[in-house]
């Protein structure tokens, strides 16, 4: 069955992973020819948070009510996994932890859900498709959409109700309908029945449940109406971020033609996926290709002077044991379009070319959320868009592009859409038959992004020392590795020191983006 229960996984919200210690160094000789670093990211800001949330936080009880409600249960056995009764998944081997609410003003979930939805980003929605929503066909979509905006601007006080569904209209099988109902009901049921707020239940939740919200607003599903079926609201935007992700690709994409087919290669991949164009490359060697393996590594030690937390050594071993076995299956849960999911793709493209993979698949949305977030529309345009452009002007974009239609056609790459991915349950409640394909099929998984971190974590204050392994690695149904910038307040396994020469160099150094953890597990035992 596909019962997933938020009510349990929010007791037994996700284990941190125990922090993975390095497997192996690069080699020693390596080690000592690196030269002192010359250089260092200069990693922009995103807009963050007004103030930190300490962690003696209290959450409200009508919040609290619910997602407690199965506490004992989970913490009941001290010995061997733990499991979660209503789905029987493995959870977190340490205590869970509260969740983030949205109730404290100052911090970044208050602020996102008491003005930045509504104000900024709903507010920027309109404007971008003013046209199309004062059409007529629009006309219930825009009423349905100015009373969520409604709601919004009253959050502390609107209650949630359940989302609305029409079997009659929906474009999706009954089936499909049948099972996002029930499972939408079973999140929400608790907070309804407690009469929580936009702002009283778990942030993850009410901030997931939104852009449901907008979508049910829209008609999205709706297939009685042409003009509002599968409308992308977020399509202007995600347009504008693939159009300006050529000119920043175009110099990543050399790079990433020119690894070796080596644990260093992989480290690399991971890096550019991780950083993007905030990547250091004044190091990069002209003739890449017939350079030595210690600049490789020079340019990976020059990224490392923002990241909590470095598994990459770990990770690099596993890929070499997938490359030696030589038939390798490997997820990328996608975060967003535009220039990260290029990143992506390039990942994708080392791990193929080099052996590490013989097939990756791509977990996508499976409706528009969080603005930016990828379909399975988006990876493809991204590739056709790519394999369009000019010869001339973007050489190496170009190719990339034909060459990633290529493994698309001959199914090396393969995109999953799964509703799973745009709802708030933590990770640890992934229903059948998504864990079991990804437990029997998947040989690493990387999580990509803020928000599908949040989701390893179940949104919760974890001590930020705790184990990502005692957190995410003994749960998940495979090996997982974390390539997260940090833009919450949540996090685990990473380095104590780190965190505390991170909080002495910016005050917003939980929610900016500019430091960053490569974090790795190898899951669940299988």
Known sequence: THSVSFRCSSTTRVPLLGQISSATSFSATMRRRLSILTSIFYLASVPAAAAFVPRTFTSSPLATTGIMASSAADSATTTGPKTCPNTGNPLPNIPIPD???????????????????????????????????????????LERFNQLRAELESASTTKLRHLQFDKGTDGRSSEAVDREEREWQEILQAYIDNGDTWLSAPWLVTEFYAYRRLMEAIGYYDKSNPDTYLYDPFLVAKR??????????????EKITALPKTKEGVALAAAFALWGNKMDLSIWPADAE????????????????????????????????????????????????????????ALADHLVASGVAQVVTFQLKSHPTFVSDALEKDLRETVEHY????????????????????????????????????????MWSMPEPLRSDMKERCDLAFVKGDANYRRLLGDRYWD??????????CYFPCPVCSLRTLKAEVGCGM?????????GLDNEWMVNGRFGVVQFGPGATR
């Open 464 to 473: 930020y020392s705790a184990p990502f392994q005692d957190v995410v690695g």
């Open 495 to 503: 380095d104590k020191d780190q965190v505390e020469r991170a909080k």
């Open 290 to 345: 017939n350079s030595s393996l210690d600049v490789f590594a020079e340019i990976l030690h020059a990224a490392d002077d923002n990241l909590l937390h470095d598994d990459t050594e770990a990770l690099t071993k596993h890929c070499d044991e997938l490359r030696e076995r030589g038939d390798g299956q490997v997820d990328v849960i996608v975060d967003n379009a535009g220039f990260e999911l290029v990143t992506d793709l």
């Open 240 to 253: 504008a971020g693939l159009d300006s992700s050529v000119n920043s690709a175009e110099n990543m994409l």
């Open 99 to 141: 969740p983030l609410l949205s109730l404290t003003p100052g911090s970044w979930a208050y602020d996102t859900m008491s003005r930045r939805l509504n104000e900024e980003i709903l507010q920027r929605t309109y404007e971008e498709n003013e046209e199309a929503f004062n059409s007529p066909p629009f006309a219930q979509a």
């Open 387 to 426: 394999a369009a452009l000019s010869p001339e002007r973007f050489p190496n974009a170009q190719a990339a592009g034909v060459r990633w239609q290529k493994y698309l056609d001959e199914g090396k790459w393969v995109c999953h859409e799964d509703d799973f991915w745009v709802q708030p349950s933590p």
